[in-house]
């Protein structure tokens, strides 16, 4: 049962049932619930909906808004790897695992009294972030990079968004949403769904960590490999571990987990191998991986606390290491691979030469997105790889 929010930096408290962005101290919220074995045994899951709605009882208790996101295939890629297998997001409603964090923030926004949503994005949030609000009957305001993939800002505005882009980076987006934001103060004032500056986009995607588990028949992976930009889903999926051992559904081993990013966009990498406690915005932030476009992000000391717990790292790949390795992932998977999804492989790789992924080792990489967003950047690759 969801009790109450945490500051993940200060750990001051605060009630759930009122609309809140962060902590007074203008760090991130954590929803915290009471969990014990009895909350929600297993074999209860059994006859549910094959949609992340499926564990409501750790999720916020409000109807959900939802396009039966969720409960994406894990598939064996045993091209790549033997015991290596790929997490397909693309499959959820709006093609990206967006949905996951959008279904749940959009239905607690809704049930709270939020009139009008907003956000700044890379793209495939603003997707999500218009498709959910779009479900949910509320207006949405959304900001992107004018070099965003065209159709992320086109999905937005078929969804009936309101769309602004902006000429520079996604900070830029968020200081042009505040502007406009601050202009509509009380009554029809918007609601920021920035990533981690509402509690519970962390909420939905945490139940990627639950995925992999009923999947692998409550086994977890020894490697997870994950395309990090703003971090929700690496932070979520290790809280989800964590419920998960409370519930009783797992013991204390857990994954390695991986942030994967673009060489000219590196800030947690950079960060984790200086051992420092924040990450410093990256200067001239420059990669074809829209997703991972993100120079500096709110969660970055939670990021770094995942990747030292769960003795995981952090590795850079260029934009040609992750653009080849998406159009091979997408040939020898049959997956549509996104640039973020070949920036996992490109990762692995590199992992498997030093030998901190062991031939025996389970390794997960997440495709989080359909390469079909992405089929300018991608066809020029694969058109390269094929002369
Ligand atoms: C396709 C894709 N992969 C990865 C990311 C990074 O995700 P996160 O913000 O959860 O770290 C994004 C974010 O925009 C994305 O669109
Ligand atoms: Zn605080």
Known sequence: MLTHLRCWRCRRTYPWRRLINLCDCGMPLRAEFELDPQTLPKEALRDREPTLWRYKEVLPPVPPVSLG????PLLPAPRL???????????????SFKSRGMTTAVAVALHLGADVLAAPSQGNAAGALAAYAARAGLPTHVFMPTDTPQPCIQECEQYGADVTLVDGLIGDCAAEMRRRMNEKPGPGAWFDLSTLKEPYRVEGKKTMGYELAEQMDWHLPDVIIYPTGGGTGLIGMWKAFKEMKSLGWIGDERPKMVAVQAQNCAPIVRAFEAGAEFAEEFPNPETIAAGLRVPSAIGDFIML??????????VAVSDDELLACSIEMTRTTGVHACPEGGATLAAARRLRECDFI????????????????YLDVLSETGARQHA
């Open 69 to 72: 996101e969720g409960m994406t």
């Open 81 to 95: 790897g033997r015991r290596w297998y790929v997490k397909d997001e693309a499959q959820n409603p709006t093609g």
């Open 305 to 314: 606390q995942v990747l030292r717990e769960s003795k995981g790292t952090a």
């Open 358 to 373: 062991k031939d025996s080792d389970t390794v997960v990489l997440f495709n989080t997105a359909s390469g079909l967003k």
